[in-house]
């Protein structure tokens, strides 16, 4: 069973993203880090990009595939997880956690409303 915390919101596409006003985390679900392996790089965006929900915003390599991530929310991108430059695993290792990938100012509170909850998420990938 898969680790899917109940106090963030998902994409289809396996994304996660933390909710509320300020700064929200994004990252990649255990599901997503387990089915692509062995993490091996990650591709992310600069600091005051700026986001639109749905859209590719990086990229994480594993030593199975290339796969592309996508921006839960619309934003500004307030804080990058450099500490996965030099340690990819750490997606692997914590994909809530350390493994995160984004902080991002939303600015469409709506946004949330269409993500999946932790219970929907769930039903998706069994």
């Known amino acids: 069973m898969f680790d899917i915390p109940d106090d963030r919101r998902y994409m289809e596409s396996h994304e996660w993203t933390t909710t509320g006003d300020g700064p929200v985390r994004i990252g990649i679900t ?12 990650v591709e992310l965006p600069d ?8 859209d590719g915003f990086g990229v994480v390599e594993s030593i199975k595939a290339v796969s592309d991530l996508y921006a839960p929310v619309s934003g500004t991108v307030a804080a990058v997880n450099e500490g996965l430059f030099d ?3 750490l997606v692997n290792e ?10 991002v100012d ?3 509170p709506d946004d949330f409303d269409d993500l999946l909850s932790a219970e929907e ?3 998706q990938i069994e």
């Open 106 to 108: 939303p600015s469409t």
């Open 47 to 54: 600091e005051g990009d700026e986001l639109a929900k749905g």
């Open 121 to 123: 998420y769930e039903a």
């Open 87 to 89: 340690q990819p695993e």
């Open 30 to 41: 255990d599901f997503a880090q387990d089915e692509l392996g062995d993490v091996v790089f």
């Open 94 to 103: 914590d994909p809530y956690g350390d493994g995160w990938m984004l902080e």
